[in-house]
């Protein structure tokens, strides 16, 4: 059964570090998303992106978040500075492109600690 | 008023039980709900999605909406242990993609 990847599982960094989360959807999916859950927090949106470009971004999508689908299979999440506040889960998500079927299936996650 | 509200639990119920799960939500122009279920340190792993005010079924699980009063129930019959996990009600948002969850219902099935 297809399904979401994410790399790496787990990635520890430095305050103020740049990181790459990176996502391979679903092979005949189009649209991918990123969520996050905080520890012991609801999951929480942060971007979702079709076409080439961002289609829906929340308020926590701030200038230090970028996405980015450098190939035709991979989905990537960059976090220009991170602050100890972008310690959490981060999970990727794909669906399809029709409304009637757009259910969206999460990958594993990756788990960023900031130090 | 929270966008979506659930009960946090625990839901304790015994196995063999049915359990009820439930779930309201404040945009009115909501379109789609899904339930996810999440074991700890998982990623949201969907259970069922609904559209139609009624009952959907599928296997052990009863989805049920009501749009006018703006809630959905999940029902679990014959609940097992490997039912212990928090389940996450996301209603897609009117004109949106993106869902918004709840901050689940954690329960648990004793053997």
């Known amino acids: 059964e297809p399904e979401v990847t994410q790399t790496p599982s787990h990635q520890v960094t430095q305050m103020g570090q740049e990181v790459i989360l990176r996502c391979v959807p679903i092979?005949?999916?189009?649209?991918f998303y990123w969520y996050r859950q905080i520890l012991g927090q609801k999951v929480e949106f942060l971007v979702s992106f079709y076409n080439n470009e961002i289609s829906e971004k929340s308020e926590i999508f701030d200038d230090q978040f970028s996405v980015e689908r450098p190939d035709g299979s991979n989905f990537t999440l960059k976090i220009r500075s991170t602050k100890l506040e972008d310690s959490a889960m981060y999970f990727c998500?794909?669906?399809?492109?029709?409304?009637?079927?757009?259910?969206?299936?999460f990958g594993p996650g990756t788990r960023l600690t900031v130090l | 008023q929270k966008e979506v509200e659930q009960n946090s639990g625990p839901l304790s119920v015994p196995e063999g039980a049915i359990a009820s799960l439930n779930c309201t939500y404040s945009d009115r122009g909501s379109q789609s709900f899904f339930w996810y279920r999440q074991y700890s340190g998982k990623s949201p792993e969907l259970i069922m999605f609904?559209?139609?005010?009624g009952d959907k079924e599928d296997g052990r699980f009863t989805a049920q909406l009501n749009k006018a009063s703006q809630y959905v129930s999940l029902l679990i019959r014959d609940s097992q242990p490997s039912d212990s996990a928090t389940y996450l009600c996301a209603p897609r948002g009117t004109g949106r993609r993106a869902l918004t969850f709840g901050s689940g219902t954690r329960l648990q099935v004793q053997p």
């Open positions: 998500a794909s669906s399809e492109v029709r409304a009637s079927t757009d259910t969206q299936y």
């Open positions: 092979s005949n999916h189009l649209y």
């Open positions: 609904i559209y139609s005010n």
